[in-house]
């Protein structure tokens, strides 16, 4: 097929059209006036006016329930329906047939789980335009009815805050011919939730919402718990048993807004569905975490149940299989983004040629100019004719301008701009300066007078919008614009001026991104003198005005017309149009812009015309008053939007006296919009017996820079005067124009936009890239080629080029001949026979999608044809797409009727996303309903695109409901990894490879012990560390060697080597005598941090017991609390229970309400301690015997207690003092939690073994006075400091703007050699960083701040040294660390991630890198466990499940490669190791440990591994009111917890930014998103976040969360 004609048959009309438009494209050409098959019009459109009140009161009925005041509304309300434009049958019909496609398929989708509390508030800072505002041409909602006027929930009476929505979905009905059903709602069973411990948040009065259905009945409720216990049997098959014992963590505020230290312990933490490992433990786990009894019979399983649902949908294949090999990188993301499909249609006709319209023929006696034409009418004879009137809201025509007014008033206003701006001399304008014309919508008459006045002097108006408040949307672009064009004076009218947000000075306020205006009221001005004289006239290329246009992204540029142009577009469009002098025209467009500007007051003045212009405010008042001007006027001329057709066409009472006889030319301004065609089809149809003419109806086409593009013309071009065809969607989406079926139901039906105007060119190019020509079958940007465009845009001079100087070129990159250059219109189309000009969409509104086109009016049309009426408002949708992970995501936001149900609105959504799939074969990556009149607005009430576009991106919009789906339309995934077993590789072929590619095996040892034991003497001192302080009490007994402070910052307690001894002594006497202790018993000592801990330790090593360490209960959550040291103290199979008589009253306050009846150990009070002595000290007979306990809960929820023996307490204070250089004339400052771990060894252990004095800060009192560290640092001449991330944190928050009074205060931390943060996850170089910066004012050196690692198995196995090399910080690949690869790359680099060692080994400690699985060890490029093999390694594991057979795999582990003779323990944690140029102190060059995270909190997902703190660093970028974050897997389902620290109706914010940023970031699909309150994330003791626990709260729906989203 080589020509038009033989890929598209058009029908020709010359006569007079049918009434309704044909979805056939037939050659021949019907002369009956029967109705098709299909055809284009609405279903709610009548066909005769004797149907039109029938319809329309049908209408109103359904909208507002039969209630015959809301019926009155809705006539006065008819742009509640304006966008009905869009509708038609075969849409509906397409839509109806794709549901019923889906009627098979499993439908019970998990509804999003949201507060009540979310659901009856909204956001109160809503910044939007008053609906009843003059300007607003949108849906005004508050005709129907309050917000509040639903009432409250159905059941709802008594029902807390927290009351959770129902938790699971009917399956969604499918819509029915008839109507839809009102949908059942969810179950109500009900599910106890334990109470907040922490007080809830002061909310702020808001306006309700939606409120929920009636729930279901008894029955119905009964066979829903059934149907969905049966599913959960299915699912708790499937769940994996955990042996590890349960999370009992401790935890501590880390950060701002956050409860007091122990208000965060186990709130919610239930266990995961399989997690009990046996039933005799079931007992103390249910009261451990304080559940109701009836808590394993149905609150737990809601969560996983959802979940299961979500599993259920998702197992769905996707649209298009991903490619067989596909490696992880951005060449490969983009190629699948991309695809090229093999089966596309290509364009197959001839390379088009210009399109050339007739010669322009100027008819004689016009004017010379638009200057000119004001003359002429002005001061002739018939000055006092008519060039403009006003219609007011009363429907009468209050303001009328003649011909004479307009020329003494703008020749007045030119006098005045050019001589006295205002009279009192504020400056000057010259001929050419740019200057600003605000003037409402309403006030036509002073535009036109301003305008004239600007052409007459010379200058260059710039018309803009009145900006009614500072955040107007778009508002900041405007300013922009000024500021570009050098704008420093605005035209303005007195009433125009007083709206204006003014000071309380009465100055204009500042608009954000404007330029300072000088404000000129163009009213009550001065004559000019009689000799005054005009400006003489200005060259033809000199700029005549600027007239702004928006990109798709929000930004605004100024189009410069020049005078050349401006005359000829009067001319073309006087010859096009036909204007003939003393015609009368009615516009009720924007007079501003565009075809407003150019028919209203451009072609109007200069054929002498009288204009009637009907503003907005009228039109929403009386929709047909524009049709009764005609009427009264006998008016020829109309120039309106599609949109406006309708709201006449819904004005049924007022059509019989209208008379549209005298209508020669009604001028369609969005002609072309595709979906404009059912308005004019319609329109014809019912007032074609009105005496409208077929022929009348003339779409045009326009854009800011081409001006207006085509135009069709009354009676001009015979048989091709109009023309339509029904085109494939399919092969649109492809750029191809390809004739579709006449049964299809996914096709689009255009009409012509007329043909190419006289003496201009039209071309159509392709769209991307280099601007050849398309070919005649080929969808391209139309170009508009002569005399009549715009010039330039003002200060872009490369956009200009790209623009308005387009050289078309052929095939063979040769130029088209002509040396004419085109200007690009923007509007995406085709030529069709006998040059008719087809518009099918724009560049704005265009969405490439995995490689194929779509535009936004197409899908906007598909959604509303799901039945829309009963959820959302038709005029209030926005469809646009963002970029993530290489290709376009289509969003789509609407706003939701308040009576819509949060069930109703979720099923609604999801048979949204069934149509569009199957009609446009695309998917849609989010859809998001925002309460009425919430879209952000443009000046005349339209949807701002662009601004609701920013506000969805930056999180602002607060939607009420919404739904992500990107498992169904992201298809650019990288391949999963795949382990082939078939094609084993054993660790020592492994290990063989390495050595063979000259890879390192990964092994580092710290210096050699024996050589320092000797060195240092130590061989002099006691072997134990209990003999070690009875030694120096003797030899130095007046050292001070324990210095505790107070949150003032004063010494509370202080003890010398002597004092401490003594009270250990006395504490050893007092277990004797009272507690009748024998050896080897276990001791849990329940002590604030403080000294009394330090000497009850020593008291237990005295009388050879084994101390516990547990931290008390906190009197603010003592629930808990309390709960978790009795189960530290079950666990430890504590004897004795040594505390302080503050301490023991908050133990026995519980005791009775504990758990049934059971009681505590004997407790022992210590405060009133016996002055005795032991008779003799307790020496352990060998070093292996058990010296303390040390109970922790781990990073992954798991409470273990770990055995130090005497010999490796001993070790590892031997090793720290070598390393830190540790000696009795050393002050250290630790800021430390002394209950386990690093902390417990450094509070308790290493000051008596090393002799130096410990100043001890405990972290609680630092959450009082956050400088109290610091100036104790300072004050003391502290060389050596430690501390927790949670302490970094306070300082940091705490301290940012303090800096200066700290200085004054005399704090200086120069002093500081080493700050050490004691920590067990990966270093946090954000925060170091952060805090290193922000306290170098005080004099800290960024060399001191350092980390530590230590875990269970060993609890210090890296520490910076007082000597060591400064701390080495890499940056490596994130994509290789899922494959376990470890690839350096170059700061700044994508993906990578900075990572900072973890401190120096310590002295006798060697490290090997294995791979956890195989147990072979690792070379330097690969990422594996960190095992460790010294002598302070803990002997085992101490639980009341004894020896599991684990533990002898974490203690004694061997390699299978390498040494395989030796024996390590294995920490749990993934690291590397990175051999760097530094030297250390024995000459050898040094080797970096790095650790990357917990082995066990690793995310597998699609065969990558994940670490969570990665992700949750990425969700913290997102949004500004995320707080903390928590990630975790669950069947295969990524779940991100976040705290919201902001107002409840911003949690539905985050699901968008969440779901895109990971994606983008890690190419992984967050599967669950659960938004909670601040404090929620379950921080330990050292500030590291409780995921597992975490979890187990999740999947016991203990969260109390405030939305769940469940992605799709």
Known sequence: M???????????????????????????????????????????????????????????????????????????????????????????????????????????????????????????????????????????????????????????????????????????????????????????????????????????????IPPHSNRLSNGEDDERTRRELSEMTDLMRNITSFPQPPDVTNNTGGGNNRPPRDDRITRYSGLAPGRQSSSDSDGWRDALYNFPENWRGTGRWKVSNKIQQLLNTLKRPKRRPLPEFYLDDEEDLEIAANPKDPNAPKPEGMVMTPARGEQLVIPAGLPRSVEDAVYRYGSSSGYKAPVA????????????????????????????????????????????????????????????????????????????????????????????????????????????????????????????????????????????????????????????????????????????????????????????????????????????????????????????????FIPYSVMKVNPASWMQ?????????????????????????????????????????????????????????????????????????????????????????????????????????FGVVRVDQENSLTSLTLQDCGQVLPGAMIVVIKLEGVPFLCRTDEVGEICVAGGAVG???????????????????????????????????????????????????????????????????????????????????????AVFSHKVLRDERICVIAEQRPDCSEEESFQWMSRVLQAVDSIHQVGIYCLALVPPNHLPKTPLGGIHLSETRKKFLEGSLHPANVLMCPHTCVTNLPKPREVHHGNYVGPASVMVGNLVQGNRLASAQGRDMGLMDDEDGMRRHPQFIADILKWRASTTENHEILTLLNSK?????????????????????????????????????????????????????????????????????????????????????????????????????KEEKFDSGKKWAPILDTDDLPKKRLPSIYKAPTPEMIAYL?????????????????????????????????????????????????????????????????????????????????????????????????????????????????????????????????????????????????????????????????????????????SSPDPTTVFVDLRSLRHDRVTLVERGAPHSLCLMESGKLLPGVKVVIANPDTKGQCSDSHLGEIWVQCNHNASGYFTVYGDDGTSNDHFNAQLVTGSTGEVYARTGYLGFLRRTESVQADGELHDAVFVVGALDETVILRGMRYHPIDIEMTVMRCHKKISECAVFSWTNLLVVVVELDGAEYEALDLVPLITSSVLEEHQVIVGVIVVVDPGVVPINSRGEKQRMHLRDGFLADQLDPIYVAYNM
């Open 791 to 877: 010039d330039q845009y003002w200060g872009l001079q490369g956009m200009t080029n790209n623009t308005f100087k387009v050289q078309p070129l052929l095939l063979d990159s040769t130029p088209m001949n002509g040396t004419s250059t085109y200007v690009r219109t923007g509007l995406l189309g085709f030529l069709g026979p006998g040059g008719l000009v087809f518009v099918c969409g724009s560049r704005d509104g265009l969405m490439t999608v995995t490689g194929r086109k779509h535009n936004t009016d197409d899908i906007i049309a598909t959604v509303l044809a799901v039945e829309p009426m009963k959820f959302i408002y038709r005029g209030r949708i």
């Open 2 to 208: 080589t020509t038009m004609t033989a890929w598209m048959k058009i029908r020709r009309s010359r006569g007079k059209r049918n009434s309704t438009m044909t979805f056939q494209m037939v050659t021949s050409r019907r002369k009956d006036t029967r109705k098709r098959k299909r055809d284009f019009s609405s279903p709610m459109s009548p066909r005769d006016p004797s149907q039109a009140s029938h319809h329309a009161a049908l209408h109103a009925h359904q909208q507002s329930g039969g209630a015959s005041s809301r019926c009155r509304r809705s006539e006065h309300r008819s742009v509640t329906t304006h966008e009905r434009r869009y509708l038609s049958e075969v849409r509906q019909e397409a839509v109806k047939e794709a549901l019923a496609q889906y009627q098979s398929r499993p439908k019970n989708l998990p509804l999003p789980s949201k507060r009540s509390s979310v659901m009856t508030a909204r956001s109160p800072d809503r910044h939007h335009r008053d609906s009843d505002s003059e300007d607003s041409d949108e849906d005004s909602v508050t005709a129907e009815g309050s917000l509040g006027s639903s009432g409250g929930h159905s059941g709802s009476q008594g029902t807390p805050e927290v009351t959770r929505t129902p938790l699971l979905l009917p399956p969604p009905q499918v819509p029915s011919h008839s109507g839809m059903g009102t949908p059942g709602s969810s179950s109500g069973s009900s599910h106890h939730t334990p109470p907040h411990p922490m007080q809830q948040k002061q909310q702020q009065p808001l306006p309700p």
């Open 1190 to 1362: 040390d109970f922790s809960v781990s990073t992954t929820g798991m409470l273990a207690g770990i055995k130090m023996s005497h010999g490796a307490a001993t070790s590892l204070c031997l090793s720290m003092k070598v390393a830190c250089e540790l000696y009795p004339s050393r002050v250290v400052a630790l800021c430390l939690d002394p209950y386990c771990g690093l902390g417990l060894a450094l509070w308790v252990l290493s000051s008596v073994y090393s002799g130096h004095q410990s100043i001890l800060i405990p972290p609680g009192e630092v959450e009082l006075n956050p400088s109290l560290w610091l100036s104790a640092v300072s004050q003391y001449k502290v060389r050596d400091t430690f501390c927790s991330y949670g302490v970094m944190e306070l300082c940091t928050k705490g301290l940012g703007s303090s800096i200066t009074a700290l200085k004054q205060r005399g704090v200086n931390l120069s002093c500081v050699r080493t700050c050490v943060v004691v920590a067990e996850e990966r270093p946090r170089v954000q925060l170091t960083s952060s805090f290193s910066k922000l306290f170098s004012g005080l004099g800290l050196s960024p060399r001191a701040v350092s980390t530590s690692f230590g875990c269970r198995v060993n609890v210090a196995i890296c520490l910076q040294g007082a």
């Open 389 to 612: 009137t006003i219609l007011d809201a009363n429907g009468k025509l209050s303001v009328s301008l003649t011909y004479g007014k307009l020329l003494s008033r703008s020749q007045k206003m030119a006098y005045n701009l050019l001589t006295r701006l205002g009279g009192r001399g504020e400056g000057n304008v010259m001929p050419g300066d740019r200057v600003a014309l605000v003037y409402p919508n309403n006030d036509p008459v002073s535009f036109m007078c301003a305008f004239y006045a600007c052409l007459q002097a010379g200058l260059v108006p710039v018309p803009i919008e009145v900006p009614l408040s500072r955040r107007d949307a778009g508002s900041q672009q405007i300013g922009f614009l000024l500021g570009s064009c050098g704008v420093s004076v605005a035209l303005t009218s007195e009433a125009c001026f007083k709206g204006i947000p003014k000071t309380s000075a009465g100055e204009v306020v500042s608009f954000k991104g404007w330029p300072k205006l000088t404000w000129f009221i163009t009213d009550h001005l001065p004559k000019p003198p009689k000799d005054w004289q005009i400006p003489p006239r200005h060259s033809d290329d000199s700029a005549a005005y600027i007239e702004y246009s928006t990109d798709k992204d929000g930004s605004v540029k100024g189009v410069v017309v020049t005078r050349s142009a401006m005359l000829a577009h009067c001319r073309t469009l006087t010859s096009a149009c036909n204007y003939t002098e003393g015609e009368v025209a009615v516009c009720v467009l924007d007079f501003k812009r565009e075809v407003g500007l150019w028919h209203s007051m451009l072609c109007s003045v200069f054929n002498g015309m009288h204009v009637i």
């Open 1049 to 1149: 910052g004063q010494v509370a307690t202080s003890l010398t080597c002597a004092q401490l001894h003594k009270k250990a002594e006395r504490v050893g006497c007092l277990l004797l005598e009272k507690g009748h202790i024998n050896t080897g018993d276990h001791v849990a000592l329940i002590y604030p941090p403080g000294v009394d801990l330090i000497a009850a330790f020593y008291g237990c090593l005295y009388v050879g017991a084994v101390p516990v360490t547990i931290r008390p209960p906190h009197p603010q959550n003592l629930q808990s609390t309390v709960n978790t040291v009795r189960t530290v103290v079950d666990v430890s199979k504590s004897s004795i229970i040594l505390s302080t008589l503050t301490v023991i009253k908050l133990l026995k306050s």
């Open 629 to 733: 001007m005609i009427t009264r006027f006998k008016a020829s001329i109309a120039i309106v939007k599609s949109r406006d057709l309708h709201w006449g066409l819904l004005a049924t009472k007022d059509h019989k006296d209208v008379s549209l006889q005298s209508l020669r030319l009604l001028l369609v301004a969005d002609g072309a919009n595709p979906w404009s065609l059912s308005s004019c089809d319609q329109f014809l149809a019912v007032f074609q017996s009105k005496g409208l003419r077929p022929d009348a109806i003339c779409p045009c086409a326009s854009s800011p820079e081409a001006l207006t593009v085509s135009v069709r013309r009354p009676g001009h071009g015979g048989a091709n005067a109009v023309g339509r065809g029904v085109l494939s969607m399919q092969g649109l989406s």
